[in-house]
């Protein structure tokens, strides 16, 4: 039974490493929490149902088009909102992502109302199969192994690519990037869509077993800031490695005090280390 609960915390906690992915770049790169974070996940879910319900395509074939979406989302942010408020302080810019938040969320009832949707009969179904007597969705396995490779390719194109080295430099220090030639603010912009990206990516994931309503990514927002905390702001490894010990501490909780109470757990720890370790588990 152990052993169930753990293998299930493990496929959930890395689709929310994808999603904190995202998040962490902006707040690493550009030192911004983006209180929007949530909704761009949300509209990902409601790119993917309408391309389902309008055009009759699974949201995993669907994914490359949603992905470019919520990049172009990300983008448009970062030069309608974000630079404009870059140049001042911090509080001002944290404000005018949750404003953002609002923005997206009122829109997405305005436009689609609360009711429920689900993607129905999906080209993977929610059916188990059973491991050493632990029975597996096939949905999650499929979500869970997409989040991993999704968040291998975002670590490749930052190491790798002449792009993400120009990231990462501009996130060690902005002046000395923009000294030898680097454009930092076509690199924020890139960076915002990026996060973009990495949202609409799980987003596309999570569609076939998410229901969709105008407050479904609510508490994936609160989990993302959680796990970027955990694992050290800008730190695409930690994000990985504590999206999955959050998912874990999620379903343990879950079945030794509670589904009502299994978030405590989480947030039980997390206080903890930032006690301990305030720049995270894996933060210098």
Do not use: D, E
């Given at each position: 039974m152990i052993g169930q609960i753990i293998i299930n915390g493990l496929l959930n906690g890395a689709v929310y490493a994808l999603v904190a992915v995202g998040l962490s770049l902006t707040w690493g790169v550009m030192d911004i929490v983006n209180f929007a974070h949530g909704e761009f996940l949300l509209w990902g879910l409601y790119s993917s149902f309408w391309i389902w319900a309008l055009m009759g395509l699974d949201p995993l074939i669907s994914l490359p088009i949603v992905v470019v979406l919520i990049f172009a989302l990300g983008v448009l942010t970062y030069l309608v909102v974000i630079k404009r408020v870059l140049k001042v302080s911090g509080l001002t810019a944290l404000l005018a992502t949750f404003g953002l938040s609002m923005v997206l969320k009122n829109?997405?009832?305005?436009?689609?109302?609360a009711n429920y949707r689900n993607v129905t009969k999906p080209l993977v179904s929610n059916q188990s199969f059973n491991i050493f007597g632990m029975y597996i969705r096939q949905d999650y396995v499929v979500a869970a192994a997409g989040a991993l490779l999704l968040t291998l390719l975002?670590?490749?194109?930052?190491?790798?690519t002449k792009t993400g080295v120009a990231i990462k430099a501009?996130?060690?220090?902005?002046?000395?990037?923009?000294l030898v030639g680097i454009d930092t603010n076509r690199i924020y912009a890139i960076t915002f869509g990026l996060?973009?990206?990495?949202?609409?990516?799980?987003a596309a994931l999570m569609a076939s077993f998410t229901p969709i309503y105008p407050e479904a990514c609510s508490l994936y927002s609160t989990l993302a800031f959680v796990i970027v905390a955990l694992g050290g702001f800008g730190n695409i490894k930690g994000a990985l490695f504590a999206g999955l010990i959050v998912g874990v501490v999620e379903a343990l909780g879950g079945y030794f005090i509670g589904t009502s109470?299994?978030?405590?757990?989480v947030f039980l720890i997390y206080l903890i280390v930032m006690q301990i370790r305030p720049r995270g588990l894996f933060g210098w």
């Open positions: 829109l997405t009832q305005f436009f689609w109302t975002v670590t490749l194109f930052l190491n790798r501009t996130s060690i220090n902005k002046s000395a990037a923009q996060s973009g990206a990495c949202v609409g990516a799980a109470f299994k978030y405590l757990v």
